[in-house]
């Protein structure tokens, strides 16, 4: 079933560091907690739907600084469905890779775009390649 919002909680951008030569930088995204949230369809209707909270981290090794966002997306399904996403996270702490998918790629698409901005602000380079042009017959020389 359909992804039907999408929420930033916190956003934190720091660089501690001068970047340096040879810096890394990771990115990482963990669903933190589930839980139940009836959505609103007009006036008087509600959906059963989930609340997954999320944390993303890019981080700039060694030390350098860190993009921080965490989030929520919010998701609706059958009412069956929902409770055996819900009792199954619960229980394991895991969920079917399918709704997994649909909540951290949409997770990620939003983050990702947010988290470059946000690097941007604080002077530290792309966490990501950029498209960039090259003349022809010269190497790229892209730093980031």
């Known amino acids: 079933m359909p992804i039907v919002g999408f929420h930033l909680e ?41 609340k997954f909270s999320f944390e993303y981290e890019v981080d700039y090794q060694p030390n350098i600084g860190k993009v921080s966002i965490e989030g929520s997306v919010l998701y609706l399904d059958d009412e069956k469905t929902v409770k055996a996403i819900l ?11 399918e709704v997994t998918a649909q909540v951290l790629n949409t997770a990620i698409v939003r983050c990702t775009i947010k988290a470059l901005n946000m690097a941007q602000e604080v002077n530290l380079p792309p966490h990501m390649p950029i498209p960039t042009v090259t003349p022809r017959g010269r190497e790229q020389d892209y730093i980031g």
């Open 87 to 97: 009792d199954n996270w619960k229980k394991n702490k895991n969920v079917n890779q």
């Open 10 to 50: 916190k956003t934190l951008a720091e660089r501690t560091k001068k970047l340096q030569k040879g810096m890394k930088a990771t990115h990482n995204i963990t669903i933190t907690s589930i839980q139940n949230e009836d959505i609103e369809m007009g006036k008087s209707t509600k959906k059963p739907g989930l």
